[in-house]
């Protein structure tokens, strides 16, 4: 199974059964909030998946709402969830080839699924206007969290040298918080970031990895 038949066939029935249980909490709640403070008529989200929880609350507050996703099923029910048949469509962020520039291009809870997270920022501060913001997440590959999964991945590894199935892992793409910072300042981006903990107050050091960016595109 290729990366995409798996975000068709594995990953949206997957975050489904998430969404339902976890979909809007409060780190959820405090990234709506993040993106729809410099009151967008406009965004984007990549990774936009059924549309809910992000989406659905972006739109309440009178925003239209793009994006794209890989899984094809998430996508027609984002289409009408949130009422837009044709700015949400399936497939790579990279193809866009659209005019059209947005106020806040975003991708949440998703960057850990993308092989080459640079590639996508840059196509997605293309995608922003002058002035205009970029939001997004990363896992910090220094968290307690990435580091249990590295070993898990090593362990299964060894499983799967003698021949033993296990199930493999697909996305937990793991970024450098210090690397990102020097990424964005070179690509002309003022930024803010706040750790997990930090937004949702919790206490739980061994599975919040999350670093949220708030960016600014100045050129």
Same mark, same amino acid.
């Given at each position: 199974m290729?990366?995409v038949?798996?975000?068709?066939e594995?990953?949206?029935?997957?975050?489904?059964?998430?969404?339902?249980?976890?979909g809007?909490g409060?780190?959820?709640?405090?990234?709506?909030?993040?993106?729809?403070r410099?009151?967008?008529?406009?965004?984007?989200?990549?990774?936009?998946?059924? /549309?809910?929880?992000?989406?659905a609350?972006?739109?309440?507050?009178?925003?239209?709402?793009?994006?794209?996703?890989?899984?094809?099923?998430?996508?027609?029910?984002?289409k009408?969830?949130?009422?837009?048949q044709?700015?949400i469509?399936? /497939?790579?962020?990279?193809?866009?080839?659209g005019?059209?520039?947005?106020d806040v291009?975003y991708?949440?809870r998703?960057?850990?699924?993308?092989?080459?997270?640079?590639?996508?920022?840059?196509?997605?501060i293309?995608?922003?206007?002058?002035?205009?913001?970029?939001?997004?997440?990363?896992?910090?590959?220094?968290?307690?969290y990435?580091?249990?999964?590295?070993?898990?991945?090593?362990?299964?590894?060894?499983?799967?040298?003698?021949?033993?199935?296990?199930?493999?892992?697909?996305?937990?793409?793991?970024?450098?918080?210090?690397?990102?910072?020097?990424?964005?300042?070179?690509?002309?981006?003022?930024?803010?970031?706040?750790?997990?903990?930090e937004i949702?107050?919790?206490?739980?050091?061994?599975?919040?990895?999350?670093?949220?960016f708030l960016?600014?595109?100045?050129?």
């Amino acid at each position: 199974m290729n990366e995409v038949q798996y975000f068709n066939e594995v990953y949206n029935k997957f975050w489904e059964n998430q969404t339902r249980k976890y979909g809007y909490g409060v780190y959820e709640k405090n990234l709506v909030r993040l993106i729809a403070r410099s009151r967008p008529k406009s965004v984007f989200e990549v990774g936009i998946g059924t /549309g809910w929880p992000i989406g659905a609350a972006l739109k309440e507050k009178g925003i239209r709402v793009c994006g794209c996703d890989l899984a094809e099923s998430a996508v027609l029910s984002a289409k009408e969830m949130l009422g837009n048949q044709d700015g949400i469509w399936a /497939g790579d962020v990279l193809s866009y080839e659209g005019e059209e520039q947005f106020d806040v291009v975003y991708c949440v809870r998703a960057s850990w699924y993308i092989p080459d997270y640079y590639a996508t920022l840059k196509k997605m501060i293309s995608m922003t206007k002058v002035g205009g913001y970029i939001v997004f997440d990363i896992m910090d590959n220094f968290s307690l969290y990435c580091m249990r999964l590295n070993l898990q991945k090593l362990v299964d590894k060894y499983f799967r040298l003698w021949g033993v199935e296990r199930d493999e892992i697909y996305g937990q793409h793991f970024l450098n918080p210090a690397r990102m910072k020097l990424f964005l300042g070179k690509n002309g981006l003022r930024y803010r970031c706040w750790g997990e903990r930090e937004i949702t107050k919790g206490t739980d050091i061994w599975n919040t990895p999350k670093i949220v960016f708030l960016c600014r595109r100045e050129r």
